[in-house]
C-alpha cells in the first residue's frame, strides 16, 4: 500500500495533526489494553484488576488511539495465561516481553481497605536480577512506564498510601500491592504499616523481543530545548556541594586601606627600609 500525505483541509484536522508532532514535553503516556480471542476468565481477570477499570476490546493502532504502551493477555495450550507487555517507539514496537502468570490473587478475593482511585503508587523492586540481568533491567524500565501515572508538581505525604512491590528471585517475577496504614507511636512520626490489598501476581518471564542499543539510545535522547545550558567555572562534588571560580584582576594590597589603630601601624625600621635608607635628624636651631 501505498500513502500519499494530503494537508489538512480544516482547522479541526490541522489541529489534530498538530497534537500529534513531537514535543519539548510529552504527553503522558497512555496504555492499550488488548484481550485476545482466546484469552480465558484468569487472563481477564488480571487485565481488569491492574489497570481497575472496566476492560474492553479495543482494535485500535497505536498511532490511531495514541498509545505507546500496551497490554496482551491469551491463553493457550502451549502458552496458559499469557500477558505480553510492550511499549512503542515512533509508531514502532520497541520492547516486547511476555510473562506467564503462574498464580493469580484477585483484588475482589482479598477483603481489605482499598486505596482510592487515582492514587499515584509508589514502586519497589527487590532483587539483583533487576540490576544485572538485561532482560530485568528492561522489564523493571516497563513496569515504571506502566505504573508511573501522570508526573506531578508536588505530592501530599498524606497521599502516600499505594505501593507496589516487585521480586525477583529464582526465575520468578512476584507482585504485590499494598496500602499503607498510619498508625500511632506515641511520638511526631506515625508507626508504618502495610497491608495487602491485591491484586497479587506470580509472574514467570518466557519469550523477549528487546530493541537494540542504538534504537534504545535514539529513543532516550533528549531534544536541544530540554537539554541544561552548561555554565561555566561551576563544579560538583559527590555530595552535591556547587563550586564556583571567579576571575579577578591581581589586587595591590599595599594600597589596601586599614583601620587605623596602633597594632596596624607600620614601625620606624620598616619606613626606612621603604624609604631606601635613615634620614638625618635636622639639627636644633640656636
Do not use: W
Request: hydrophobic share 35%; with cysteine; proline share 5%.
Amino acid at each position: 500500500l501505498i500513502c500519499f500525505y494530503r494537508k489538512p483541509k480544516t482547522k479541526r484536522a490541522k489541529r489534530f495533526l498538530e497534537k500529534r508532532e513531537p514535543k519539548l514535553n510529552e504527553n503522558t503516556k497512555n496504555a492499550m489494553l488488548i484481550k485476545g480471542g482466546n484469552a480465558n476468565l484468569t487472563v481477564t481477570k488480571v487485565l481488569k484488576d491492574i489497570f481497575d477499570s472496566v476492560l474492553q476490546l479495543q482494535e485500535f493502532f497505536s498511532k490511531k488511539s495514541d498509545c505507546s504502551l500496551f497490554l496482551f493477555g491469551s491463553h493457550n495450550k502451549k502458552r496458559p495465561n499469557n500477558l505480553i507487555i510492550g511499549r512503542m517507539f515512533d509508531y514502532h514496537v520497541l520492547d516486547m516481553i511476555e510473562l506467564g502468570v503462574e498464580k493469580f490473587v484477585s483484588l475482589k478475593d482479598i477483603k481489605n481497605s482499598k486505596c482510592p482511585e487515582g492514587t499515584k503508587p509508589m514502586l519497589i523492586f527487590a532483587g539483583d536480577m533487576f540490576d544485572v540481568n538485561e532482560e530485568y533491567k528492561r522489564l523493571k524500565s516497563l513496569l515504571i512506564d506502566f505504573f508511573r501515572g501522570p508526573t506531578v508538581p508536588s505530592i501530599r505525604l498524606a497521599g502516600l498510601e499505594y505501593v507496589l512491590h516487585f521480586t525477583a528471585v529464582d526465575g520468578k517475577i512476584y507482585m504485590r500491592s499494598y496500602k499503607v496504614l498510619l498508625k500511632k507511636s506515641g511520638c511526631k512520626i506515625p508507626r508504618i504499616e502495610l497491608e495487602e490489598m491485591g491484586p497479587s501476581l506470580d509472574l514467570v518471564m518466557r519469550r523477549t523481543h528487546l530493541a537494540s542499543d542504538d534504537l534504545c539510545k535514539l529513543s532516550l535522547k533528549q531534544p536541544k530545548g530540554l537539554k541544561p545550558k552548561k555554565k561555566k567555572n561551576i563544579s560538583h562534588d559527590a555530595l552535591g556541594t556547587t563550586y564556583g571560580q571567579i576571575h579577578m584582576q591581581k589586587q595591590d594590597l599595599s594600597k589596601l586601606q586599614t583601620r587605623k589603630m596602633k597594632g596596624l601601624r607600620k614601625r620606624p625600621a620598616e619606613k626606612s627600609a621603604e624609604g631606601g635608607g635613615a634620614t638625618p635628624k635636622k639639627s636644633k636651631s640656636a
